[in-house]
């Protein structure tokens, strides 16, 4: 006997994303509007940085309106983005009574998102999660597309799931606190966005990226929006990955295997820092990118205070050899992603962004980085 088990579905993952100075009551007046449904029990995950400058008052704003809820704080960094990581969370979890009637709420940068957004996805085979996102770098990318996943000690981000928040919280003004090189790695992200789509950005960004270090509000808010405008654009058109979204891994591939390959000695936007010199030199020599606008997205990464070249302390041949463990790899082969000039990416046939590099290729350029 055979039976055939129909289970097409609609899904709608649609959800808010708003920005803004200081959020935080306005996602209590969310969930008190019912935001996360009849949930009446929300475990608020963060790291022991954030912990005390935001997760607190959010706990306390939601015992305030009558909410049970609990906080379950990581230590603050990438080493803690690990399957461990996320047992020890569904562990707690469980421990303190939560079961499949919860929420998640994530309140931190890209670490806590992608860590608790994937225990969400998970956790009584899937339960509501809410991003609140602290890090110039969860603002430009982190928090935004439902990405979700955690390291292992091979590579970063191999092990995870698309899993859609419920609606994503920019607090901009959750950023004078942040260190100067986070605020950098941000910046990466940021650029990144610009050479992949907008070439206003960019000369808006070559105007005023050290006003970023002043909390200059209407740079930081210009930011933010643009950033997110991009970033939605592509995942509203290929939520899966399937072609567009490629495109948001400019830099990545070799971003990506320095952050991994320095220990993350390099924060992950230092390392896309690299890794978006990279691809232009890489794309210069293939006529993608001119001399010029090389130099430009160069220029425009060390005034934002990142890295524009490969640390000494990090192999060269190491490097090469991480590259292969991308996700992108198909068949074995290394795949990049380009820029076209400035604002606009290459694109190599129907719905097609990516293209196959040669290791020797990569290598040469890896080694006479210029
Ligand atoms: N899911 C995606 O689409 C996506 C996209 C880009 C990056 N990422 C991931 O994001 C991560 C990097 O994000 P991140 O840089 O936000 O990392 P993070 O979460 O580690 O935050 C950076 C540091 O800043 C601290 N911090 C956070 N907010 C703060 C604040 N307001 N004031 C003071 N300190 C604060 C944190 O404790 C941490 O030490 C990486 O794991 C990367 O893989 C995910």
Redesign the pocket.
């Known amino acids: 006997m055979k039976f055939y088990c129909e289970l097409k579905k609609m899904v709608d993952n649609s959800y808010d994303i708003e920005t803004g100075h200081g959020l935080c009551d306005v996602l209590i007046k969310d969930l008190q509007e019912g935001l996360a449904g009849r949930v009446k029990q929300f475990a608020v995950v963060t790291?022991?940085?954030?912990e005390k400058?935001?997760a607190e008052p959010i706990l306390d704003k939601l015992f305030a309106a009558g909410f049970s809820a609990d906080m379950f704080v990581i230590p603050?960094?990438?080493k803690?983005?690990t399957r461990k990581m996320k047992e020890f969370l569904e562990d707690s979890m469980l421990e303190k009574g939560y079961r499949r009637d919860c929420c998640v709420i994530a309140v931190?940068?890209?670490?806590?998102?992608?860590l608790a957004?994937f225990t969400a996805g998970t956790f009584g085979r899937g339960v509501p999660f809410i991003n609140y996102?602290?890090?110039?770098?969860?603002a430009?990318?982190?928090?935004?597309?439902?990405?979700?996943?955690v390291?292992t000690p091979l590579a970063?981000?191999l092990i995870?799931m698309f899993n859609q928040p419920k609606k994503v919280y920019i607090?901009i003004d959750?950023?004078?606190?942040?260190?100067e090189n986070?605020i950098s790695?941000?910046l990466a992200?940021t650029i990144k966005h610009a050479c992949l789509a907008d070439e206003e950005l960019f000369c808006y960004l070559e105007e005023n990226i050290e006003r970023v270090f002043s909390f200059d509000r209407e740079v930081c808010e210009y930011i933010a929006q643009k950033n997110c405008t991009i970033k939605y654009r592509v995942v509203m058109s290929d939520e899966r990955e399937s072609g567009l979204r490629e495109v948001?891994n400019l830099g990545h591939t070799v971003g990506?295997a320095i952050?991994t390959v320095s220990d993350y000695r390099l924060?992950?936007?230092e390392a896309v820092s690299i890794g978006l010199i990279a691809q232009c030199l890489l794309g210069n020599r293939h006529g993608f990118i001119s001399k010029e606008n090389t130099r430009r997205v160069a220029d425009l990464c060390r005034r934002a205070r990142l890295p524009v070249e490969i640390p000494d302390y990090i192999s060269r041949t190491k490097l090469v050899r991480k590259l292969y463990t991308d996700k992108k790899v198909r068949d074995g082969k290394l795949r990049f992603v380009f820029q076209k000039e400035i604002g606009e990416m290459m694109c190599f046939g129907e719905n097609q962004y990516g293209l196959n590099i040669s290791e020797d290729e990569i290598a040469d350029v890896l080694s006479k980085w210029e």
Do not use: F, I, M
């Open positions: 790291d022991d940085n954030v400058l935001y603050a960094g990438e803690s983005k931190g940068g890209g670490v806590v998102s992608d957004g996102a602290t890090t110039l770098l969860a430009a990318d982190a928090s935004v597309g439902g990405k979700t996943a390291d970063t981000n995870g607090d959750a950023w004078k606190t942040l260190p986070q790695s941000g992200e948001l990506r952050e924060l992950h936007g």
